[in-house]
Structure formats: C-alpha cells, structure tokens
C-alpha cells in the first residue's frame, strides 16, 4: 500500500499531506516545506496584514527596488501624482504609478503610468531604440 507523505504543522497539531503545505522560494530554507500548513500560514498571513496593512506593499517596495513606502509617497507628492512621461494623474490611471527603475543599475528613475512603464520596458530602456522609434513616427506624419 503506497502512502503519502505527511508532515505536522505546529500551529494547527494535525497531520497533513505535504500537498497543505506551502514551499518556502527563497532564503536557506529554499524548496522546504513551512513548518505551518496553507490554512494556518494563510490565517496568520492575513491577519499581519489586517494589523499593518502598510507592510506588505514596504517590505515589496525594499525588496524590489531598495526604497519605502514614504519614499514612493514622496516621490508621488514631488510629480504632483502624475506619470513622469504622459503627466497622466494616478486617479485616471489602472491601479497605481508604478515605480520605474535602470534594470542595469537598479536606480529607481520615477513613477509611471502603466502604459509608459511597459513601453519603456519593452523598449529595453534602450535610448537609440526609442530614438528609432519617434524617427519612424516623424516619418509617417
């Protein structure tokens, strides 16, 4: 009779199938399952956010781009709550001004609208790309 795999999660003290686990992605635990099973990490989870709701989108913030929360408001506050490039405001914009940054050196530049963030990405934040671009743009006027 084939059996399967069971851990303990120590906030619950049941015994689970590793599939009610998550796996940790990063840090030196890396690939191992969390010592609590989906329910409970997912109940404590929600609950962290419910008591500070600003963690989260600060502890992303540090790790993306090495800034916080108060530095992205600040920035916002400084572009007046507008793209840096189409001057759109963040109210008609989908979801919020994202954070622009170098992928290269990691500098954050300003915050965009959706439409310029992915445009710049997608030109590979490439000056002579882009320059090739509004040259084929004049040409068709």
């Known amino acids: 009779m084939?059996?399967?795999?069971?851990?303990?999660?120590?906030?619950?003290?049941?015994?689970?199938?590793?599939?009610?686990?998550?796996?940790?992605?990063?840090?030196?635990?890396k690939g191992k399952l969390y010592s609590d099973c989906k329910k409970c990490h997912n109940e404590v989870s929600r609950a962290a956010r419910l008591k500070n709701p600003r963690y989260q989108?600060?502890?992303?913030?540090?790790?993306k781009y090495g800034i916080t929360l108060e530095q992205?408001?600040?920035?916002?506050?400084?572009q007046e709550f507008k793209c840096k490039i189409c001057g759109t405001h963040q109210d008609?914009?989908?979801?919020?001004?994202?954070?622009?940054?170098?992928?290269?050196?990691?500098?954050?530049?300003?915050?965009?609208c959706v439409n310029?963030?992915?445009?710049?990405?997608?030109?590979?934040?490439?000056?002579?790309?882009?320059k090739k671009a509004i040259d084929y743009l004049k040409e068709y006027e």
């Open 2 to 29: 084939d059996s399967m795999p069971v851990k303990h999660c120590n906030r619950c003290d049941t015994t689970l199938p590793f599939s009610e686990f998550h796996i940790r992605k990063s840090g030196v635990r």
């Open 57 to 63: 989108p600060n502890w992303e913030l540090q790790k």
């Open 72 to 78: 992205k408001e600040a920035m916002a506050v400084a």
């Open 92 to 112: 008609d914009v989908w979801g919020s001004l994202h954070v622009d940054h170098c992928h290269i050196t990691g500098k954050v530049r300003g915050l965009l």
């Open 116 to 130: 310029c963030n992915q445009g710049v990405g997608k030109f590979k934040d490439d000056q002579e790309l882009l």
